[in-house]
């Protein structure tokens, strides 16, 4: 019988396989925005278009990297394409909280089924929390998001 780690392994190994939202955009209207772990050799490129409203109408990701920064980034694609920016960070936080880092003194401690609903797969690097080098890979994509974020503000 598979367990959940199990069931963990293979939603990573699908994202990592099939990657979602692959690919360019036109900039602009899209912003491009590239991301580097030295510590993994992960690299991750973001392009994301976000309307006047700040909610983000198209996103593609590109890069490469071990299973882990690229899984990462494929379900990030997928959880924040139709969200605005705001709701974006959001899932940011709750992700970092889910890892144990960032700020998470005023995180409310949930259990499985809500973290679940509320991640969808991404609940699938939790496992990831064990193994401190790897953090780095697995939030690779979303600091790449948030630089994309500031330096949009900036123009
Ligand atoms: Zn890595």
């Known amino acids: 019988m598979a367990g959940l780690e199990?069931?963990?392994k293979e939603i990573i190994i699908d994202?990592?396989?099939?990657?979602?939202?692959?690919?360019?955009l036109p900039t602009p209207p899209a912003t491009r925005t590239e991301g580097?772990?030295?510590?993994?050799?992960?690299?991750?490129?973001?392009?994301?278009?976000?309307?006047e409203s700040g909610t983000i109408v198209d996103m593609k990701v590109g890069g490469q990297g071990c299973s882990i920064s690229q899984a990462s980034a494929s379900m990030m694609s997928a959880a924040v394409k139709g969200k605005t920016m705001e709701e974006a960070r959001e899932l940011m936080a709750d992700f970092k909280a889910m890892l144990s880092i960032g700020d998470t003194a005023d995180a409310e401690p949930?259990?499985?089924?809500?973290?679940?609903?509320?991640?969808?797969?991404?609940?699938?690097?939790?496992?990831?929390?064990?193994?401190p080098a790897r953090i780095k890979c697995a939030t690779l994509s979303w600091n790449t998001l948030e630089q994309a974020f500031a330096e949009r503000a900036e123009d």
């Open 15 to 24: 994202h990592h396989r099939s990657p979602r939202n692959r690919g360019e």
């Open 110 to 131: 949930v259990d499985e089924a809500t973290q679940v609903r509320r991640m969808g797969d991404m609940v699938a690097l939790k496992g990831v929390m064990r193994f």
């Open 6 to 8: 199990d069931l963990y």
């Open 36 to 51: 580097f772990n030295p510590l993994c050799g992960d690299e991750i490129v973001v392009y994301v278009d976000v309307d």
